[in-house]
């Protein structure tokens, strides 16, 4: 296949506790309420998008000791939110982030198999892992993984669940398992016959070299942040070429970024609208509380349309609990005050120029352009859409981006098959028995 037919992959992320979403719209609605996942699921299928992708967290983060506004709503089980939208979908896959810290392979590969069966082959999980001691107090284990060890234990997790999904042969006899790991040690009989894909599809989300050697190594997809061509075309090569030790074909994982979009009936509209949207994402609270992650310290004296602080972010600070770290909080300073001073930025300013920038914008015609330009060009296999309204912001985008794509010949019109895999061009795995 050309690379001007290659087809393009599609999924919608529920917008719902992060900074995306504009809460402050009139036309923002529940993050936890069913109506709101029911609307953006029938959205999806009806552009017949591959799957609806749910976020997870298991504690509510913690700002400067303070529950994290966003977070006040609370966070839904995402397997029970998915059971449900089963019921009120046909194609569309139905993808559930699910800790592989904080849970136990029979347990979870159970409920797994049951959403994949309910759904007739549309589950999928999107694994994580977890090591801060913060989280773990929800937990008996407490903190008790070390950092270097969530990775050993979540590819130890995965094949253990497709142990017990291989336990039962394709006609539908269980056998007994047993399994002897570094972290798990169990034995029996699993409850649920083989599922109607074989597995439930495999997702992974982590960037670091150990979180793409672990994609390499056991995902079928890779939902990353490389949002830009150029780095999009880098982090697709490193991964594609790491599946070969591991007797894989390129095909065999869809690399698929997060990425976010504004469609106006121009490009110039478009321009406008997105910088009104990031206003309205980065307000002048949100902007400090962005500015204290990096920084470690209470910055609530600062004025958000000033400069910088010209204090150094403490390292070793706790004031926000419950995120993933920024990583060198120093490197990160000093680049966020040399952009500030290059470019004569406020606090605001360089919040809106640093973090979680659109990623598409323009006229649906330009949008449809570039997210084909990105397939064609190998930077991705497609994308997971991250609206910044809720339930509503995917409407726009199937209504006047999806046609343009199915003209285009790079996106189907009709679903060709009943089974996430097929959606994906995965194939069953093979029995191992």
């Known amino acids: 296949m050309s690379t001007a037919t290659r087809q393009m992959h599609l999924a919608a992320h529920f917008p719902g506790v992060n900074n995306t979403t504009v809460w402050a719209d009139p036309r923002s609605k529940s993050q936890i309420d069913f109506s709101s996942f029911e609307h953006l699921a029938r959205t999806a299928e009806r552009g017949r998008f591959d799957f609806f992708f749910l976020a997870e967290g298991l504690r509510l983060r913690e700002h400067n000791g303070r529950i994290h506004d966003l977070d006040v709503v609370g966070r839904p089980e995402s397997l029970t939110v998915l059971a449900a939208l089963a019921a009120v979908t046909d194609r569309l896959g139905l993808a559930a982030t699910v800790n592989a810290t904080f849970n136990e392979p029979y347990e979870l590969a159970r409920r797994l198999a049951t959403l994949d069966h309910l759904s007739e082959g549309r589950a999928a999980w999107n694994v994580v892992t977890s090591f801060d001691a913060f989280t773990g107090e929800n937990f008996r284990r407490g903190g008790y993984l070390d950092r270097a060890d969530r990775y050993t234990r979540a590819a130890e997790f995965v094949a253990t669940a497709r142990e017990l999904w291989d336990s039962w042969t394709p006609d539908g006899t269980p056998r007994s398992f047993t399994h ?47 949002g830009t061509l150029e780095s999009g075309r880098e982090f697709y090569a490193d991964v594609k070429a790491r599946l070969a030790k591991y007797g894989r074909e390129p095909g065999e994982l869809k690399i698929m970024p997060g990425v976010t979009f504004v469609l106006g009936d121009s490009d110039a509209e478009a321009q406008e609208l997105a910088a009104e949207i990031r206003l309205q994402q980065v307000s002048p609270q949100n902007a400090l509380l962005a500015l204290e992650q990096i920084w470690g310290r209470d910055l609530s004296a600062y004025d958000p349309d000033g400069p910088l602080p010209d204090i150094d972010p403490d390292p070793g600070s706790s004031l926000v609990q419950g995120r993933v770290g920024p990583g060198d909080v120093l490197a990160v300073a000093a680049r966020w005050r040399a952009l500030s001073k290059e470019k004569g930025l406020s606090i605001r300013q360089t919040v809106i120029e640093t973090t979680g920038r659109q990623s598409f914008i323009g006229s649906p015609r330009t949008v449809a352009e570039q997210l084909t330009e990105f397939v064609a060009a190998d930077a991705a296999d497609g994308f997971i859409l991250v609206p910044h309204l809720t339930p509503g912001g995917l409407d726009d985008f199937v209504d006047r981006v999806v046609p343009l794509l199915q003209e285009r010949g790079v996106f189907r019109s009709e679903y060709t098959g009943p089974t996430l895999r097929s959606h994906l061009g995965l194939a069953e795995p093979v029995w191992k028995g």
């Not at 997702?203 to 672990?214: H, L, M, V």
Request: charged share 20%; proline share 9%.
């Open 180 to 226: 002897r790991g570094q972290h798990f040690a169990i034995e029996g009989e699993f409850t649920v016959p083989r599922s109607p894909q074989g597995h439930p599809v495999v997702i992974q989300a982590g960037d670091s070299p150990d979180g793409r050697e672990f994609a390499a190594s056991t995902a079928d997809i890779v939902f990353t942040r490389h």
